[in-house]
């Protein structure tokens, strides 16, 4: 069963694409998510400048998930995606040449650069509501959205590694620690150009089409007729019902304190701060953040199981507190190995929430509902993501202070796993 899965013969062509897009997109978010506030630092930006450029980076995942919630559909799915991988490519390059501020900014801005050390971007919104269309064997969806997370978290971990490169350059070749550092944007550029072909190589199939479509592509009719049908056919207007609205007003609501909270200990802020409490150098870094991934993509095979024991809002409620704990414990150790320690506990517990949540968005609508909620509560997710890196940037210009990020967010956490709690206990699912 296991070689069947690996095998891949149950998604198709799209899917393992797809699949093949985020390996390579969130590998080289690893390494950025990890030089990029040092680098920053390294060339004379102040503590207000690195994290207005970090939130520059979240404020572009807001507007392009708005971009492509609205737009996605009419311009077609593989175009929207190539924009958003030719930005990328480019974003990457201009951070190579230019140590200007402002061109900076406008990179962050335009270049959908991930600095949270999990993906929040617009790429994440459209390949989710593609998946589906891309499965062979219909019953393997969840299967689809678990592997779809663990190779994107595990291809991150390794992109982690890389950061530890710049150490290397620098004993090798003798270069300081800024031309060290730069030849990873250039590959950062690199690498969304083969994103973009990735992108280039899917068909018409991933666009979103009406319902008698999606009926035959379900029962497994891929004749002429039907790519025939894909071509004629006009995209799906998704609307929420008045109920469906209410219960993902709440929890968008919810999500968006979540993640407030998270933009505090986002892994470029985590990074710096090692950085500037112990000096911690970036190849021990891409140790730390690698093991930290690792950790954390396989919890999410333990979090489904979790789940179908004691329900979908208990998993995130009862996995979340213990980490948010730690969290705070970690702003206050003595000593770089029980920091280490006390992120790696975190990290084994942090994101157990993430399959549940996302699970139990899709699983309080409708079908047809799904990717309007999905895209309504990513959307709330990332526009307060995207102000408090600003905030624990100045923060962060304290020494004395240095603690504050970590105890702000774990507490903010904290209170937002109570709230979930009170408002969804009772109508908690189990699969």
Do not use: C
């Not at 997109?25 to 060339?43: D, H, M, P, Q, V």
């Not at 319902?211 to 995209?235: L, Y």
């Not at 333990?302 to 979340?320: C, E, P, Q, Y």
Request: charged fraction near 15%.
């Amino acid at each position: 069963m296991i070689s069947d899965l690996l095998s891949f013969k149950w998604v198709s062509r799209d899917g393992r694409l797809l699949l093949s897009a985020r390996i390579l997109r969130t590998f080289a978010y690893g390494f950025l998510s990890i030089i990029i506030s040092i680098y920053l630092k390294l060339i004379g930006f102040d503590p207000i400048l690195i994290g207005l450029v970090l939130t520059s980076t979240l404020v572009n995942s807001v507007i392009f998930t708005l971009i492509a919630s609205f737009y996605a559909d009419r311009i077609g799915r593989r175009k929207m995606l190539s924009v958003y991988a030719i930005l990328m490519s480019v974003s990457g390059v201009i951070f190579f040449l230019s140590f200007n501020y402002i061109a900076l900014i406008i990179a962050a801005l335009i270049g959908t650069i991930n600095v949270t050390g999990t993906e929040t971007g617009a790429f994440l919104s459209v390949e989710q509501a593609i998946l589906p269309q891309t499965l062979i064997d219909s019953k393997k969806k969840n299967t689809l959205y678990a592997f779809y997370n663990m190779v994107g978290t595990i291809a991150m971990s390794a992109g982690v590694l890389v950061s530890g490169l710049p150490t290397i350059i620098e004993d090798q070749f003798g270069l300081n620690q800024v031309d060290s550092i730069r030849p990873l944007f250039l590959l950062y550029g690199m690498i969304g150009v083969a994103v973009l072909a990735t992108y280039l190589s899917l068909s018409k199939n991933v666009e979103l089409t009406e319902n008698k479509m999606a009926k035959t592509e379900r029962a497994g009719i891929h004749d002429s007729k039907s790519s025939e049908m894909n071509k004629q056919t006009k995209p799906l207007k998704q609307t929420l019902s008045a109920k469906s609205r209410k219960i993902v007003g709440k929890l968008s609501a919810l999500f968006a304190i979540d993640s407030f909270a998270g933009g505090f200990v986002i892994q470029s802020i985590v990074s710096l701060w090692f950085f500037s409490r112990f000096g911690t150098d970036l190849t021990l870094l891409s140790y730390i953040f690698s093991i930290a991934g690792v950790l954390t993509a396989f919890s999410f095979l333990i979090s489904a199981k979790i789940a179908d024991r004691i329900g979908l809002i208990n998993t995130m409620v009862f996995t979340h507190i213990p980490s948010n704990i730690l969290l705070i414990l970690v702003a206050f150790s003595p000593t770089l190995e029980i920091a280490i320690t006390l992120y790696f506990a975190r990290m084994a517990l942090s994101q157990m929430d993430v399959p549940a949540r996302q699970s139990y968005i899709v699983s309080v609508v409708k079908e047809d509902e799904r990717t309007a909620a999905a895209g309504i509560t990513n959307i709330s997710r990332n526009v307060t993501q995207s102000v408090s890196p600003a905030i624990a940037g100045s923060i962060l210009q304290s020494v004395s202070l240095a603690f504050a990020p970590f105890l702000i967010g774990g507490l903010l956490k904290i209170a937002y796993d109570i709230a979930l709690y009170l408002q969804f206990k009772r109508h908690d699912i189990k699969d």
